[in-house]
């Protein structure tokens, strides 16, 4: 997948992003497909989300979130849970930090569609008046930004 732009020439479409990952080879197979016939029900969390965020076209977020997923291998239910934990812990850090730079750069449309998109998925940490602005840290990861609501969550189970 390519763009032409003018006289800037083609280059790479962001869901190219999405297409590199999915046509991964292991060996003679696809590593997706194999993945998901041997993962069925992590399977079952992944496809979902990662149809969710390309629909929204947001393909940077992709990579991460794949490598992040291809990581367990085992078929527990202890590891369903925690890749489903782990993909909501990813997709609501980049949200915060999206919806955050993009109020930085003056871009409030775009920032409030992201947060429109974020409340959806995770309205308890994503409330309609959140705006980036009242972010707080964990102690042990001062670049680690996370909404207010997941912020109280976190200092009440330490």
Known sequence: MSLSRG????????????????????????????????????????????????????????????ERAGVDHEETSESVARLQQTIDGYCKEQYTRLISDMNDAGRTELADELLKEASQDFPEEFPEEFDGSNLTFERDDPDRAIPPAASSQSRESS
């Not at 006289?7 to 869901?15: E, I």
């Not at 992003?17 to 993945?35: A, E, F, H």
């Not at 965020?53 to 393909?59: D, G, I, K, S, V």
């Open 7 to 66: 006289l800037t020439g083609t280059t790479d479409a962001n869901a190219n992003l999405l297409v590199d990952q999915l046509t991964m080879q292991s060996g003679s197979d696809s590593y997706w497909r194999k993945w998901s016939i041997d993962h069925p029900s992590h399977a079952k969390i992944l496809w979902p989300t990662v149809q969710k965020l390309a629909q929204r076209e947001l393909y940077v977020l992709l990579p991460a979130l794949l």
